[in-house]
């Protein structure tokens, strides 16, 4: 399965949450979910356990823009570790580069952040990286290159950024570049409402 590149907005409606890392917009202007009878429909009462856990793993394949064979990866990862699966997985997608470089604020969405990596706009550890889906230790430092702190989205973004910095992450402004201090704690790092159960749920069967 593609990436998803269709209207984002109608996503956020699909799912009944605001999801950051897709869009800076909100659903709240039109909060019933999409289609001629939208208005009608209930998101809690009329979908199974089975969609609710679906839409569970949705909201972190469209917040983070990853394929479900990619998300695959991370649950397999996650699996692996002998902490709690669903911490882990949340983990491993907040440690990904391009959703670091979005929340330090230097990109106004994950896919605008995945975008300045893949240009070569975003150095880590003072080496200019292309490839997003990195997955940072904690102690590095990432930040735009010097031609990237130029650009005028990376300017605009630190001046109003899309949420708050996370504690895991230190913003040096004297060099413009992000620190991961540690490593955050997956079962309440995503930056929206979650729940991780049913993501665990819905893989169980499936991997």
């Not at 031609?147 to 630190?158: E, F, I, Q, S």
Request: glycine share 8%; hydrophobic share 35%.
């Amino acid at each position: 399965m593609s990436r998803y590149t269709g209207p984002r907005v109608k996503v956020l409606r699909a799912l009944s949450v605001d999801l950051p890392g897709l869009s800076r917009k909100s659903m709240s202007a039109r909060p019933q979910p999409p289609g001629q009878h939208g208005a009608r429909k209930s998101v809690s009462g009329r979908h199974s356990e089975y969609g609710m856990q679906l839409m569970e793993k949705q909201k972190l394949r469209f917040n983070y823009g990853l394929t479900e064979r990619q998300l695959r990866r991370v649950v397999l990862a996650a699996k692996r570790q002998k902490a709690q699966t669903g911490g882990k997985i949340v983990e491993f997608l907040e440690r990904r580069l391009d959703n670091l470089v979005f929340r330090a604020g230097f990109a106004p969405t994950i896919p605008a952040a995945r975008q300045l990596v893949s240009h070569g706009h975003i150095q880590l550890n003072g080496r200019r990286v292309t490839v997003p889906s990195i997955r940072v230790k904690a102690g590095e430092v990432f930040g735009p290159t010097e031609n990237g702190r130029k650009l005028g989205v990376v300017r605009a973004c630190l001046e109003d950024p899309a949420l708050s910095r996370p504690e895991w992450i230190v913003l040096d402004d004297a060099t413009l570049s992000a620190t991961l201090t540690h490593v955050p704690d997956g079962l309440d790092a995503a930056p929206f409402p979650l729940d991780l159960q049913r993501v665990v749920e819905y893989y169980a069967k499936r991997i």
